[in-house]
Nanobody, 132 residues
């Protein structure tokens, strides 16, 4: 079965950190790029970060640059998002998504707000709430 499963969300206070994990199975991992996409209440899906199978990139959305770090462990088929100095505006459901490298690269470059049908594999999402 092709799937990705996120974990690591939760409730934190502003300024704190969280680390999201995404475990993939059934994918041709060596040719698939991965992305973190978030959706805040009442808003569209938004790219957060992306990294390709050969570790090229990574891409970061402007509001998270310098605070979030994406990494990838190809031996374990996992992707991580280290989120530091969290802000209330980071509150959202965070999704891990994957597709062929060239498709992920084209989408993050040309489509500011992805749609579920744009990428072939999505996780169920993990909720991140930043609140005092």
């Amino acid at each position: 079965e092709v799937q990705v499963v996120e974990s690591g969300g939760g409730l934190v206070q502003p300024g704190e950190s969280l680390r999201l994990s995404c475990a993939a199975s059934g994918l041709p991992w060596s040719t698939y790029g991965t992305a973190w996409v978030r959706q805040a209440p009442g808003k569209e899906l938004e790219w957060v970060s992306a990294i390709w199978s050969d570790f090229k990139g990574p891409y970061y959305e402007d509001s998270v640059k310098g605070r979030f770090t994406i990494s990838r462990d190809n031996a374990k088929n996992m992707v991580f998002l280290q989120m530091d100095r969290l802000k209330p505006e980071d509150t959202a459901v965070y999704y891990c998504a994957a597709d062929q490298d060239f498709r992920v690269e084209w989408l993050v470059t040309n489509r500011p707000n992805p749609r579920k049908e744009d990428l072939s594999v999505w996780g169920q999402g993990t909720k991140v709430t930043v609140s005092s």
